[in-house]
Structures are given as C-alpha cells and as structure tokens.
C-alpha cells in the first residue's frame, strides 16, 4: 500500500510523541528489573574461571546448608537441550564447562544476597583444557573441538548444516555467476581482509526473568525479552511442555539490540523453581555478567578478492567470512547467513563467489546485535570498495555509483530489483552532498595539514539491510474496542524503545479516521492474550504489524459499516468514514458515531443488532523462499532498506584521537512513519555505531579470560562523544508492499558507521586501517609505522 | 553484593581512631572507592567507619596555606572560586575524575588513599608539595605526598589511622596545568596522566607523571633544565627525555607500555609548553 | 571493646516524606529505596557508580546510589523521579523529555531526568557544555543523547518549571 497524497495524511509521517511517555519519564513504567511476586526467590550463578574446562566435581553441600537456600541445581541433573538453530547448549554447563563465564551451577534462596554467599561456597573442581580462541585456528584439522558431539545435535533441516568432528556448525554458501569468468573480464585484482572483535549490546537494563512452575505442568514466565512467543516456543520443545501450558509475559524491556532476542534465563529459573517447589525465582544479571555470561555479537575475520574493469564496472567479488561464534550456536549460524547474502553490499556483482563460516570458538557466545551480521560485513565491504576504488585511481563515489543496485539488476541470491526498491543512489548522493565530498586530498594537502597537528578527512560508506527471517514469519494484529468507542491495540511485539507501537497505533488512526488519543496500545505483551507474532527482531515490526494493523483496520471498519448499512437501510458502498463516524456518502447529515456500533448497536426501541466489533489483521512474508544450500541462490529478503553516511573528522596526529565533526547519515525509508521517531532511532544507531567504531570491544587474554566485563574498560559513548553535528536525511521511494509504502529503519543507522570513519581515516592520514575499533591507541601507532596500510 | 558489615559513625576523632583500631575496619567517607571494591568482593571489611560526621574533616582553607579536609569533595574543590584562583590545577584534575555525580561524593583524600598509580588528584598535589596530616593512635604526623603513595594501591597509613587533610604549606606561585590522557571523552581511568608547574623568578619547574609507574613520578632535574633551557621547545623535549627515563609503564587493558610511553613524551611536552611560555 | 552494629535505625525524607526503618548496613541506598520503599523508578544499571541509572538527589546533590549506604542517608533529604510530577502534572523538564524524544527503551529516563532537573535548578539557563558535563555520567545506549540534549536545551530556553 503506498500513499498517494501525503498531504492527506494526519498522523502518519507526523512526529508524534510516544505513546509510552508519560510513564517513561515518571519512573511508573515497571520492567521485570522492578518486579517482585508473592514467595519469589532470587536466582544466582556460579561460573567457569576458564575458557575451556572439564568439570571434575562439584560439591555443593555447603552451600546447601546456608538457611535460606532454597534450591541448589547442576549440570549433571538437568537433561535438557536448547538452541534456537542448532540444540547444542545446556542449561547449565555439564561435563565441559565452554567459555569463562558459562554458569556451571545456580542458587535460589530468600535474598540475593543469601544466593550469592551459597554460590560462594560452592566448590567446583575443574580440569583445565586448552582453549581455541581464534576461529581461524578452530577451523584447523587438529583444533581442540569445542563441540566433540556436534554430529549427534538436532538442528533445524533445510537452513543449517551443522559439520560433525569440526567446529563448524554451518557454512553458507553464495554462488552467483561464474566466479572464474569474472576474475578473467578484470582488469584489476584486488585483496584485503579485515577484522572486528566481539562487542556486547549493552541494554540499560540487563537480563532478567521471574519464572514459576506451577502445577498442572504449567509455566509462568516473565522476562525482559524480545519475543514472547520464541521463548514459548524453543522452551516448550526444551522441557516437552505444551505451548498453551506456558505463558509467557513481557512488560517493559530496557533496550534489547538483538540481545534479548531467543531464550536466555528463562530456562534456568524455571528448574531452579521446580527444585523450590514452584516458587517463582527471578535471576537478574549484574553487569559484568551481561557481559561474559550472555552473549554478544560475534567477532569475524573478512578476506575479499575484487575483480574491476578499467573504467569501474565490478566483474567479481570472491569473499570469506569466518565468524567467531564464541561456545554456542544460538543466533550466530543465522547472523553467519544473513551475512553471506548480504556479503556483496548493495552492489551489482554478477559474479561472486562466498563461504561464510560459522565458527565455535571458547570465547562467550554471538547472537543477534542491532545489524545482524551487517554492520560487521560492510566494515570490510565498505573499506574495500574505497580501495579498490583508489587502486582504479577513481574517486569512491564515483565508483560505487557505477555499481550499486537499480532498477533491474540482480542480487547475488538472484532477486531483481524493482521499482519497489529503495534507492541507494539517492542516498549515496545525499550524504555525499552534505559533506560537500569532492574527491580525496591530495597527499601534499595532507603533509601540510600535519604540520599543524590536525588533519581533516571526509568520507562515504553505504548500506543495506534485509529481514533475516524464516520464509512463513507472520504476525497478527487485534482491534478491540471499548464502550466509548476507543480502540486497544493487541499486539505481541515488543516496544522496548523503537517506538513501533507509537507507530501501529498512527497507521490504526490513520485508517480508522479516529483521533490518535483514542487508540490505546497496552503494554505487557502475553501469549495467552495478545496474537501471535514470531519476534520484535530484524527491522520487520513496523513492516509486518503496520500491514496487519491496516488489515485489522480495515476488518473493524468493514463490521462498522455493515450494522451502520441496516441501520441508515443503505448499501456499505454508500458508506465513508471521518471524525469516528459513518457518514451516508450523499447525505453527511445521516450518520451514527462508532460507539454507537462498536458493542452492538440499540434502535430506539430497544432492539439491537451486531455485537463487539473486533478487527482482526495478519500479515505473512510474501514470496521468500529457503536458498539453496549449494549456491545461496532464492529469495531471503522480504524488503532491503538502503542508506549512506557521510563523515568529516579530524585526526590529532601526534596522539590518534578522532574527533567527529559531521556525520550526516539517509536512509531510503520508502515511507516516514513518524519522523521524530525515525530521526531519534537513526541518532541513536549512529551513536551506538559510533560506538562500534572508535571504542567497543571484548579483551581476552591469552589464556581466553576476559578481561573487561565493566563498565570502567568496556567503554560506550557518553554525552561527551558526540560528533559536533548530525544530520538524517529520510528519503522515500515507496516499497510498494509495505504499510503507506515503509520499510524498516530500525536496525541499520548503525551500519557502516564504523566504514565510514575508516573511509575518512584514510582521507585524513593517507593510512588505511583493518581492525575495529578505531582506538587512539591504533591510529598512533598507524600513523607511528610510516606504512599506508597499518594491519594490526 | 556489600557482605554484611558493621557501620558505625563516630561523633568524635576519638572514638573514630578508636573504633578504627578494631579488627578489620575501614574509614568510609565517599565510598565511592570502596563501595566498589566491596560490591566486587575485592575487599571485606567488617566494620565501615563513616568519617563524615568529623568536624576535623570539614576543614578547607585557601589563605596561606591550602587546607583541605578529608571529608571535601571533588566538585567542591571545581566550584570553589579562591581555591580556582590560588590553586587552579587542583580544580583541573578534579573535574577529569569520574562523573558529576560520582564526585559529589569522591573526596580528594579518598582519591589518594585509594592510591592508584593512576589517580588523577595525585600529580597536582606531587608538584604542589603537598602534605598528608594523619591522626592516629600516636596523635597527628604530616607525611609528605610522595611518602604517603608508597606503591600500588599501597599508602603509609598505619592500623587505625585516618587522614585529617591534605595540607598544601607553600601554594607556590607559577603557570600551573593538569593534562590527561584517556580513552575517550566520557569519564575514564587515565592512561597518562600529567601535572606540572613553573616559577619563572624562583626557577623551578616540577613535573609529575601518573599511571606509568606503581605510585606517580615527580621528574628529578627539571629545574637545571628550567633554567639553562631557554627555547620552549628545546625545554619540552629535554624534560620529555628526562620523563621516559624515569617512568616504567606497564601493559594492561587501558594501554600498551609503548603507547603511555609515547603519550607520556607528547603529553609531558604539551604541558611544559603551557606553562614555561 | 564495643560492639558495633549491621543493623541499624535511619530516619529519611523522601519526596518529602519522612521514613524511619530498620536496614542493615550493607543495604545501598538504592536497594533502600527499591526493596524497602517500593519506588523502583530508580534503575540499577551496574551497581559501581558508571552507569547513573541509580542518579537521585541526595540533600540537593546528585549521587550514585548503588554507591551510597542507606546508613549514610540517615537524616538526609531524598528526592527521586517518583517526586518529580505532582499528580498527573509533569513537570517542563518531563514534557520536553516527551516533546524531543529524549527517552526509548526508558531505563536511563528517571537517573537522566534527576541529573538534568539538579542542573537546572542550579543553573537554570546551562550551555550546552554544561549540560553535556551534567548528564556525561548518565549512560544511554538508545537515544545517542542528541534528544535529551535538545530536550534539556529547550526548557533552558523556556524557563524551568
Ligand atoms: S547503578 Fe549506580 S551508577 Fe550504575
Ligand atoms: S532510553 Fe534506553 S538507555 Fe536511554
């Protein structure tokens, strides 16, 4: 559905506040950190000191004698399993204890404090085993296997291929074209790899569930999550429990990014209350353990060979991905996938060649991060086509116009692009005017600059994104209405800040012709009330739920207009809607209001027909389809959002400090929802990109300990790190199969910041850097080696 | 968590060195410090001794000699307009420790009884000359600042001992600066940290680093350089030698050895050419 | 030898009203006012004093309060972000917070409302340097801080309150 006259429009693309406002900046917004039932137990864990261990014993009778403990729980009781992609991970560390921080044993007593003192007194004996920290050294014949069983583990058939006796639960592969053929039409050949570490979402509030066993096999589970029906889901195959037995509850959420996605402590509660006789037990992390017990977004190491002809057309690109999955599959396989297909960047390349591994290695496990895999290919993506660009001795903006998708032309998963897809040109073409990008400097610009202390450098870097998600995703939306004739939004996604529900409840008013004070969204998500949707994940919320709110909408007004068609003796095609009534369309003067009809309409002599109105909506993907396991080829992507960013900076040369002074960022949005909101979601994207960027990342040591889980060495960005000026730019080429024409924006403001800060980098110091993050420390000792291209 | 712990807040000196003599006790005043390491199961006190209620603590003078009590906290020393005047690096490094909120409640002893290589309160009372006043069972001993710091995370203070003030007897007059080396904007440890000041008449030029060794390092030497260097910039480098001669920086999270070494040498020539010109 | 005590009798205002409770010496005053006093508005964000989720107003000064012992509060003046609104009046600072977006996922809000309404009742028209030191301490990983700034800047321009 794509709008035809914006100027119609009253609440969508407007920049309304918030529906969840008012009790945001009250404190009365109550999120699972803040819940506390009746009889409930506080949760803790024991953790591995070591990378990669053998658990010889654990003792815990002290701990079991400590008054207040209510339920001491191992490994070695627990038989269950889960995985979202691949079923390879216990609920508690069993017989091999992965990563330093796994939990190897759990305490619900009174208080937490009486849980952690009995985790004290917990002793565990432990065989040290080597680790295997780097993927690359895991993917050798004779690595340590962190998963000796992997052969034996289920998994999910016809998307993954787990490999036994490797560390290599799945490989995605892309073929497209005739790779050899490409690399003959070039006249240049071009090699680079790169690197990102692992980083952490870093929600405010960190994770935390309240579950009960009750009886009857029945669950009650309250958790800070994403998806409220996954975590029904991959818990009801866990434990055997029948779905409509477990119900799962999601108040507010502080702040997700991918990491609250799946299921997480859910599990752990849940048997630790069983063990307590069905008290509910809550488990909250503390920093540190969000840190290095729950997962992260995976590292990954990129090799490409790029193919060009003389005048800039791309012939062929060959790529390696090889992902640092840390102990545990989880969401990593999927994020290994999504970055294979994704793996050419918005660019027409007829011929490429991709292996993207997905790789175990003894380090905390990778999930989903705000990106999906994204942000981490097109480091290296956008870093290559600067330099390839260079090496044709072309201006980078000009050689990605040369080569960017349109109209046309082909993935390399063999969609075609069609007048529904964004423009990438466009956005390209406003960051690039915005910086006022007129070529590199030249390197006598550059040697005079340094003579001052401070060099300036702009650069470019593009984007795209796509759903990751299985090819049947689909949602529902419920309209109900209340007596006055107001409207309850049903949904079971989860607004933990985008502010999707805001946007759902615009497109309702929009359609309904009703006041948006009317429409009503009820926080707390709950599989026994709200409808079905697989997940708040991937940037499809506002996509998906937006066309089923229009359908729901719709169905509601199609119900209204019956009983107002017998009531007015008209047909429904007389009828029209404005102002929450039904008008007769040639005599406005006859109408009736909707509270009039929405609970069954009453003749004056007391008669009365209809009943509740209820709209009810669904929306399904359209048309995705698996790839194929040998060639990648299919379609994944339900809609691509495009966009570009734009960066001046400014190096201080004797001590590598970056400071930001422009980062102007647009985004082929195809419709603005709510333009505050889109403008706030891009920010902080970019800021959280940013972070990316210049300071984020996990250290470990050799022996695979980790060694900043804090917030006094794991650093992201404060008030003070801000560029001295932002700028959004929302460009709308419709989709035309999305809600008034949108697409999602969620996710990819934080793509490619880091490139695009590399990309000026390279501007400024005339040096090209690999590795993330962009530390002082690294651009120091670039500009220290004297060399054009600093890999370490 | 805090482990259970005894609190008690003494109305007197008396009672606080009293109390402080039992087993396992510890001065609390901002706790900012300590709260942490107790959360982080680092350090178990079994008795906290709140020291905020000392009048002997609330002393803070600038008439003279610089007098600050143990209980006067960081954003004090920012706001106070004569201490700003006669003494403005103490403002200056106050204003890069921690957060607005945090330093509501650090205090500029607590910051040195902490005693990390890297305290950022440090360098400035290095080259200021401070002295440490202690109350203790054997009644007050000033001890100077360089003594006090004995190593890492390591002071001179003995069993049942609290620091009353930090006394600075001669403010010298001179160009003062405090300059820092951190990760990024936001608040941070530091990875070079430097303060120094030069008296021009007097001759002397102090200079002192933190963060490269296990307790700061006030540069020997630097006044024959001060006063047979006239050129700025010859100066800088001279006294940038002299520091990588004396510092020993270690490798940890924050930073390579090599690259506090390097910062030390721009960041120590930065500051000697803010306040030798 | 005296005894000394873990548990102890403290008398605080908060919101302008006054508690007298029993708590024990390890409790922070941030477990005081979530545990004890139910007002959970107040958010733990790291519970070491780099986060500022736990930002209240302590006798008119901004603290940590994962990093402040309910003893120590004894006799003090709480003010948090459940004393902010009066009844269903927010105040200028929370409508512009509404108004510029200056909240998403909503855990940062109340420690990033009590800093910034600390710095505008002491400083009522703060540049934006000054308002970027103020709120520097409070952590926010949704918003990249631009909103609140504006937010912040607005009521600066307006007037507080
Ligand atoms: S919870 Fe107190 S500062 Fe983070
Ligand atoms: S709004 Fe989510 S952390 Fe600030």
Redesign the pocket.
Known sequence: MIVEDKSKLRYVSKDIPRKDGVEKVTGSAVYVADMVLPGMLYAKVVKSPYAYARIKSINTSEAEKIPGVRAVITGKELNYKVGLYVVDKDILAKDFARYQGEPVAAVAADSELIAEMACEKIKVEYEELEPVMDPREALKPDAPLVHPDLGNYSYMKGVFQPRPKTNIPHVQKIRHGDIEKGFKEADLVVETSFYNPPVQHVALETHVAITQALPGNKVLIYTSAQSPFTVRSLFSVCFGIPLENIRVKVPYVGGGFGGKAGIHLEPLTYVLSKKAGGRPVKLMMT?EEEFNTIPSRQGLYSDFKTGVTKDGKITALEANYYWDAGAYADYGVNVGRAGAYAGAGPYEVPNCKIDSYIVYTNKVFGTAYRGFGHLEVLWGIERNMDIVARKLGMDPVEFRMKNVLRQGAYTITGEKITRSHGHVYDCLDAVAKDIKWSGYKSEEEREKEKKTGKVRGKGVALLHKAPAMPTFTSTAIILKFNENGSVDLMTSLTDYGQGTYTALAQIAAEILKMPIERINVPWDSDTSFTPYDWQTVASKGAFMSGNATIAAAEDALRQIKEIAAQVLKCDVADLVCEDEKVYLIHNPDEYLEYKQIVNGYVYPDGTSIGGPVIGRGRYIAQGLTNLDPETGQGLPALDWTYGAHGAEIEIDIETGEIHVIRLASAFDVGQTLNEGLARGQIIGGVIQGLGSALTEEFKFSKDGKFLNAS?VDYKILTAKDLPDSMEQYLIENPQHDGPFGARGVAEHPMISVPSVIGNALYDALGIDYFRLPLTSERIYFGIKSGKKEYHD | MIKPVAYFKPGSLKEAVEALQTENAWPLAGGTDLLVNMRNGVEHPDLLVDIKGLEELNVFEVDGKIIIGGNINLNFIIDDARLRKVCPVLGQSALTVATY?LRNRATLVGNICNASPAADMAPALYVMEAEVVVSGPQGERHVPINEFITGVKKTSLKKGEVVLRVEIPNPKVGKTAFLKKQRYRGHDLATVNVAGIANPDTGTLRVCIGACAVTPVLLKGTDELYKSIKDVDELADKVSELALQSISPIDDVRSSAEYRRDMTAVYVKRLVRTICS | MKEYTKELNITVKVNGREYHESVPANMTL?QFLRNKLLLTGT?????????????VVMNGKTV????VLAAEADGAEIRTIEGEAKGEKLTALQESFIKYHGEQCGFCTP?MIMSAQNLLDRNPKPTREEIVEAIS?N?CRCTGYEPIIKAIEAVAEKGNR
């Open positions: 920093r917030f | 909120q | 941030l958010k733990e964000g790291c519970g070491i004093g780099e986060c500022g989720a736990c930002t940590t309060s994962c990093l420690g301490g952590l």
